[in-house]
């Protein structure tokens, strides 16, 4: 069975404008599915519709069920118990997530307090916990921090931190290491890699390079201008595309991937 199953999703502007159209795939338990396109290709916009985070004026239509749960039209009552429990959002830009007024501790512990119904001790070794399993040291200074105070790539592991502390069955990750720079970067999407595989969780990482989605996933469904053009392994869409917008993101993709490659040989010999 699966765990997500989306069917002809659409979503349009507030005047009517579609940003995407008719776009149907399936997650299973445990899966790993990328998101590729470039920018307003609508894979983010479809990544936000699963649990029914679309910006405010954007309606979605179709049908998006979630571990049984429709969520397309389904009121927002019916959504909360979702967020954190069955499918968590890691945005692209950490600071969208975290509140720079509240110590972050705080904010590792409200969907732990919703959803675990923690409280007082236990409530607090739960967040110090969730801070220690994605490699934050000195889990109590970053909990009595507010964000502006804690480097980017931390403030990325305690949004990670959110995202899984309530043992999600779906993480959705939204180009999560976009705003980072390559070293902090690597080091969190080995992290990612480390905790989905522990959990076995299912993921749908949503990216505009293919390089970095052929290193976290295994299959791809490939966006162009708010439609699904093509689906298939890393392997076949780089090998055997059989869309020409495939096959020309694949050339861009190898040609970006052998300038970088070159660059750190010649940076070697020097």
């Known amino acids: 069975m699966n765990l997500l199953e989306v069917t002809s999703l659409g979503v349009a502007s507030p005047d009517g404008v579609p940003l995407v159209r008719e776009v149907s795939f399936t997650v299973a338990p445990g899966e790993r599915l990328g998101l590729i396109g470039e920018s307003g290709s609508g894979k983010s916009l479809t990544a936000f519709s699963i649990i029914g985070l679309l910006p405010t004026g954007l309606e979605a239509s179709g049908s998006i069920v979630l571990d049984g749960t429709q969520v397309v039209g389904a009121p927002e009552k019916r959504l909360v118990p979702l967020r954190g429990r069955v499918g968590a959002f890691i945005f692209q830009e950490p600071l969208t997530a975290l509140d720079p007024l509240m110590k972050l501790g705080k904010q590792v512990a409200e969907p732990i307090a919703r959803h675990q119904g923690l409280r007082g001790s236990a409530l607090k070794r739960a967040v110090l916990d969730a801070l220690e399993e994605v490699h934050l040291s000195e889990p109590e ?12 790539g931390q403030r990325q592991r305690v949004a990670i931190a959110m995202a899984l502390a309530c043992r999600p069955r779906l993480l959705i990750a939204d180009e999560p290491t976009t705003a980072l720079d390559v070293t902090v970067q690597s080091g969190v999407l080995d992290l990612l890699d480390q905790l989905v595989t522990e959990r076995d969780m ?10 970095i989605v052929s290193r976290m996933t295994d299959h791809a469904l490939v966006m162009r201008a708010g439609e699904a053009v093509e689906r298939g392994s890393i392997r076949q869409l780089l090998a055997s595309p059989q869309h020409p917008y495939t096959a020309a993101f694949a050339a861009s993709a190898y040609e970006m991937e052998s300038g970088f490659a070159a660059a750190l040989d010649q940076g070697q010999d020097e």
């Open 141 to 152: 200074r970053i909990a009595g921090s507010r964000s502006y105070e804690i480097s980017g």
């Open 202 to 211: 299912a993921m749908i990482f949503v990216s505009h390079d293919l390089a």
